[in-house]
């Protein structure tokens, strides 16, 4: 089996073939592996339809690459609504809304960080994790964020569901 950059360098373009973008992809277990990719539509909104469709698309291209030793499952996803944030225009796109992070080496003792998306700021992640003591904007490099995800709160879910309802309106 390849590395999981060989195998990223693989399935990106056959997603993005698709009209999708790739926003997270892993092999884990052992046996039976599972191979997960998670994408999203350019417009945010990815369906039970796109997953199929994507599902048969990246099937036919592992099928005939075939990267995986052995058997494995394919999972195709959305991101969800409290989604990975894995592209720095994530950070942008999602400013506003709580997020947790976690980097790769400790600042303050730390490695977890929870609180208030700011944004991005000249390539770094900025994140106001407010405390009883006030608002603190702390800056991480976006190299250093190992994993990030928004945080399920009242705030995304109505945001999600307002857009859901513009998409359906614009069906009709």
Do not use: W
Request: charged letters at 30%; aromatic letters at 4%.
């Amino acid at each position: 089996m390849g590395s999981p950059e060989m195998l990223e360098a693989l399935v990106t373009p056959a997603v993005e073939a698709a009209g999708f973008r790739l926003v997270r992809m892993r092999l884990m277990g052992a046996k039976p592996k599972v191979l997960q990719v998670m994408a999203d539509r350019p417009d945010g909104k990815m369906g039970a339809d796109d997953c199929a469709v994507l599902s048969r698309q990246l099937s036919e291209m592992l099928d005939e690459a075939d990267p995986i030793e052995g058997t494995y499952e394919l999972e195709v996803s959305s991101p969800g609504i409290d989604r990975p944030l894995t592209a720095r225009e994530d950070y942008a796109r999602f400013a506003g809304h709580e997020a947790r992070l976690e980097l790769l080496s400790a600042v303050n003792g730390r490695t977890y960080f929870k609180g208030m998306l700011i944004g991005l700021d000249q390539g770094d992640v900025v994140i106001d994790v407010s405390s009883r003591d006030g608002a603190e904007n702390m800056r991480f490099p976006f190299n250093e964020i190992a994993d990030a995800k928004l945080i399920l709160t009242d705030k995304l879910i109505q945001e999600s569901l307002k857009a859901s309802d513009l998409k359906s309106k614009d069906k009709i």
